[in-house]
């Protein structure tokens, strides 16, 4: 949060002046336009449809794809609100003078316009930041919880740092709410009472747990998946996909940064607007990331849904079975099997996800072998088979591609999954 700008009450003659001295050869323009205000728009309008694009993918794909909707996706729907009441004060921060010199505000024009709305709107901001963070990272971990099994030891490690998140995240939002007494004292600095917080070193220490807590959730979960069954490549691949938390993790030290540097400031209000859109960028990025564990398997729905062109008739046999082969190469390259398969036969087998507690396995199965008790990830759908049967004319599937369309039932109705094979 920023600092006071000024406590004492201005002087008639100082109203005419500057906020500030302007720096030694600066001469002050009060008519200088502010154009950090239309880079704000800009950047939330771009921050805003980028998250709501990510996180209806995610509903998507756990509704209809996975049919695993849990409280972590709900959990990001909420911390959705908080993110988008920040961008909106991003913007409402810069219409009330953030991103100005203060030596090219009229001191008169920032206290009748911009004083009590920069500062309000900066208290506001503070506070969505905090919650939308903590909320942001407590669906993280539940989404830890949920991939881990009961009785692993890592789950304790989970519960602890949810237990940290949530206890520092209330600990400093109350502590922002009731820093001031009366509260309106925390952005009215001419109203009679006292502040009991030193909100800087308050900032300054949301920052550091902000740190911490990001690296702690990128660590814990590189012990899970190297327990996985899957091949070293898939693993490598994981875990990249949660080191996409260090580009926040940057972010977050960088805000840290600019924290420091706004507090031995005097131009507050074009320090502030730093230290805004780097929150902006850290929140939407980190709620970005939380959704990109669903992107894979959303990516191999779609692939499945794309229709071979048969709107031109292919010129010759080769040149439709390379149609064919290209668009396998896709398929194999989304959901690479982990071992090679030996056989002459290939149209017998299927490609499947294999569930288990230690994590999923890819793996190659031949139709007539399947387990029809145990669980499957079929098409990214956590599943148990409990009827199966095989269907290869083309109205369900193009055999020659290795697809094939199991029909089981489950609830005593009947659902669909496309399983991939090799092909031919």
């Given at each position: 949060?920023?600092?006071?700008?000024?406590?004492?009450p201005?002087s008639?003659?100082?109203?005419?002046?500057?906020?500030?001295?302007?720096?030694?050869?600066?001469?002050p323009n009060?008519?200088?336009?502010?154009h950090?205000?239309?880079?704000?728009?800009?950047?939330?309008?771009?921050?805003?449809v980028?998250?709501?694009?990510f996180?209806?993918?995610?509903?998507w794909?756990?509704?209809?794809?996975?049919?695993?909707?849990w409280?972590d996706?709900?959990?990001?729907v909420?911390?959705?609100?908080?993110?988008?009441?920040?961008?909106?004060?991003?913007i409402?921060?810069?219409?009330?003078g953030e991103?100005r010199h203060?030596?090219?505000?009229?001191?008169?024009?920032?206290?009748?316009?911009?004083?009590?709305?920069?500062?309000?709107w900066?208290?506001?901001?503070y506070?969505l930041?905090?919650?939308?963070m903590?909320?942001?990272?407590?669906?993280?971990?539940?989404?830890?919880?949920?991939?881990?099994a009961?009785?692993?030891?890592?789950?304790?490690?989970?519960?602890?740092?949810l237990?940290?998140?949530?206890?520092?995240t209330?600990g400093?939002?109350?502590?922002?709410?009731?820093?001031?007494?009366?509260?309106?004292?925390?952005?009215?600095?001419?109203?009679?009472?006292?502040?009991d917080v030193?909100?800087?070193?308050?900032?300054?220490?949301?920052g550091?747990?902000?740190?911490?807590?990001?690296l702690?959730?990128?660590i814990?979960?590189?012990?899970?998946?190297w327990?996985?069954?899957?091949?070293?490549?898939?693993k490598i691949?994981?875990?990249?996909?949660f080191?996409?938390?260090?580009?926040?993790?940057?972010?977050?030290?960088?805000r840290?940064?600019?924290?420091?540097?706004?507090?031995?400031?005097?131009?507050?209000?074009?320090?502030?607007?730093e230290?805004?859109?780097?929150?902006?960028?850290?929140?939407?990025?980190?709620l970005?990331?939380?959704?990109?564990?669903?992107?894979?398997?959303?990516?191999?729905?779609?692939?499945?849904c794309?229709?071979?062109?048969?709107?031109?008739?292919?010129?010759?046999?080769?040149?439709?079975?390379?149609?064919?082969?290209?668009?396998?190469?896709?398929?194999?390259?989304?959901?690479?099997?982990?071992?090679?398969?030996?056989?002459?036969?290939?149209?017998?087998?299927?490609?499947?996800?294999?569930?288990?507690?230690?994590?999923?396995?890819?793996r190659?199965?031949?139709?007539?072998?399947l387990?029809?008790?145990?669980?499957?990830?079929?098409?990214?759908?956590?599943?148990?088979?409990?009827?199966?049967?095989?269907?290869?004319?083309?109205?369900?599937?193009?055999?020659?591609?290795?697809?094939?369309?199991?029909?089981?039932?489950?609830?005593?109705?009947?659902d669909s999954?496309v399983?991939y094979?090799?092909?031919?």
């Open positions: 949060m920023a600092p006071t700008v000024a406590t004492p201005p008639p003659s100082m109203l005419l002046g500057p906020v500030i001295p302007p720096p030694p050869g600066i001469i009060f008519n200088t336009y502010n950090h205000e239309r880079d704000a728009i800009n950047g939330v309008i771009a921050c805003t980028l998250c709501v694009s996180l209806l993918m995610r509903l794909t756990k509704a209809f794809v996975t049919r695993q909707l409280w996706d709900y959990t990001c909420i911390a959705l609100l908080f993110v988008a009441g920040y961008n909106g004060g991003a409402m921060q810069t219409t009330n991103g203060l030596w090219d505000i009229q001191l008169g024009i920032w206290h009748e316009k911009w004083s009590t709305g920069f500062q309000v900066n208290a506001v901001g506070s930041y905090m919650v939308a903590g909320t942001i990272k407590l669906s993280i971990l539940l989404l830890y919880l949920k991939l881990l009961p009785g692993m030891k890592l789950r304790f490690a989970v519960y602890g740092i237990a940290f998140v949530a206890l520092y209330i400093l939002e109350l502590a922002v709410l009731f820093a001031c007494h009366p509260i309106i004292k925390l952005y009215h600095y001419y109203t009679p009472g006292r502040c030193d909100l800087v070193a308050h900032a300054l220490t949301q550091s747990l902000n740190i911490v807590s990001d702690l959730i990128i814990v979960p590189i012990p899970m998946v327990s996985m069954q899957m091949s070293k490549q898939h691949g994981v875990v990249a996909l080191g996409t938390g260090l580009v926040v993790t940057a972010l977050s030290m960088y840290l940064h600019t924290l420091v540097r706004l507090n031995s400031s005097l131009d507050v209000t074009i320090n502030q607007w230290t805004t859109i780097i929150s902006l960028i850290e929140i939407n990025l980190t970005i990331a939380s959704c990109m564990p669903s992107f894979k398997p959303f990516i191999r729905h779609l692939v499945a794309i229709p071979l062109n048969s709107t031109q008739a292919p010129s010759s046999p080769s040149s439709a079975a390379n149609a064919r082969h290209s668009r396998l190469s896709f398929i194999r390259f989304i959901s690479k099997p982990s071992k090679p398969v030996h056989t002459t036969n290939s149209k017998e087998l299927v490609f499947i996800d294999e569930a288990s507690f230690r994590g999923d396995s890819d190659n199965v031949s139709l007539a072998s387990d029809v008790e145990k669980p499957y990830i079929n098409n990214g759908r956590l599943s148990s088979i409990e009827e199966t049967r095989d269907f290869r004319s083309p109205h369900f599937g193009d055999a020659s591609l290795g697809m094939n369309m199991m029909m089981h039932k489950k609830g005593g109705k009947e999954a399983v094979g090799q092909g031919t």
